[in-house]
């Protein structure tokens, strides 16, 4: 069985419409557990006190909101080699969740940062590259919309989305292209695998990561599978004009 199979319209909601209410109630069941006990069942920080509790909204927020957009790259990649229709709209389908995710991760972000720094905004590269990320989203978004014809907009949308993955990347990996800022290294780095957060506040907050991961996973299939309802309802509506 090849994987470019699901890119048949008709199998992939086939395939994925019975798996979505198994993944979101996963990953419903996952951020009850991780919230829950990260918020009321784990210490104050010696150093933040109980302020550092917000991470356990504002990093697997700003992890969904930077790997959204990978995502899209991916399908947006797929899209221009190959021209399968399932991952472009996967790709339309996925910037509003990821930009809802940006958004969060800025608000708690500021939340976070005003008692640690003095200031709800600091001009951070990673603040201020996460902020651009956020312009992007809206950008494309805007673009699809602009666009009548969907496969003109598919392809210039993919376009954009190569060009905002290097604020991205930047977003991940500001803290290491430049040493000064005020945003802290991150929590937990992939490359490493080393990490500055203790056990009793890692563990709730892999809960809260693996149910935010979830989340966006159903969400990206509900709505993909709505985007190819109303692709297949456009189409039908210009045949019989």
Known sequence: MSIWEYANP?????TTTPLVPWVMGISISCLVVGLVWG???????????????????????????????????????????????V???????????????????????????????GTWWAWDPRLTSFLILFLFYLGYMALWEAIEDSDTAADLTSVLCLV??????LSR???QFWNQGLHQGTSVPVATGE?????????????CMIGFGLLFLALVLMR??????????????????
């Open 10 to 14: 008709k199998k992939f909601i086939a």
């Open 224 to 241: 993909t599978a709505t985007e190819v309802r109303a692709r297949r309802i456009k189409a039908l509506e210009a045949r019989m004009r």
């Open 87 to 117: 991952s472009a709209l996967a790709a339309r389908a996925a910037a509003p969740i990821g930009m809802v995710m940006t958004v969060i991760a800025l608000i708690t972000g500021a939340i976070w940062g005003q008692p640690m720094w």
């Open 39 to 85: 918020f009321f069942f784990t210490p104050d920080d010696f150093r933040q006190g109980s302020t550092v509790k917000i991470i356990y909204l504002h990093v697997p927020a700003a992890l969904m909101a930077i790997n959204a957009w990978f995502m899209m790259l991916i399908a947006s990649l797929i899209w221009l080699v190959r021209r399968h229709h």
């Open 173 to 175: 990996y500001a803290v």
């Open 164 to 169: 905002g993955s290097v604020f991205a990347v």
């Open 195 to 207: 990490r500055s957060v203790s056990d009793v506040f890692f563990v709730p907050l892999l809960v």
